[in-house]
């Protein structure tokens, strides 16, 4: 069984600004509307298979600088 990449999405939110957590919201389709509401929301706050999506997502931290 192969294992799943996943996308060190906590600490990356931690670290970012709200436009480069806008930027990776945007990759996982996320609706504009919501991206407002949920970039300045901590990482943890956000809803589980929001979460799941980013971390399996494959996005590299250089996509989003």
């Given at each position: 069984?192969a294992?799943?990449?996943?996308?060190?999405?906590?600490?990356?939110?931690?670290?970012?600004?709200?436009?480069?957590?806008?930027?990776?919201?945007?990759?996982?389709?996320?609706?504009?509307?919501?991206?407002?509401?949920l970039?300045?929301?901590?990482?943890?706050?956000?809803?589980?298979?929001?979460?799941?999506?980013?971390?399996?997502?494959?996005?590299?931290?250089?996509?989003?600088?």
């Amino acid at each position: 069984m192969a294992k799943i990449a996943t996308f060190d999405a906590g600490t990356f939110w931690k670290n970012a600004y709200a436009h480069q957590r806008g930027k990776l919201l945007k990759k996982v389709s996320v609706p504009d509307d919501q991206i407002i509401e949920l970039v300045n929301k901590k990482y943890l706050e956000l809803p589980a298979a929001l979460k799941y999506d980013i971390e399996t997502s494959g996005i590299t931290k250089k996509e989003l600088q």
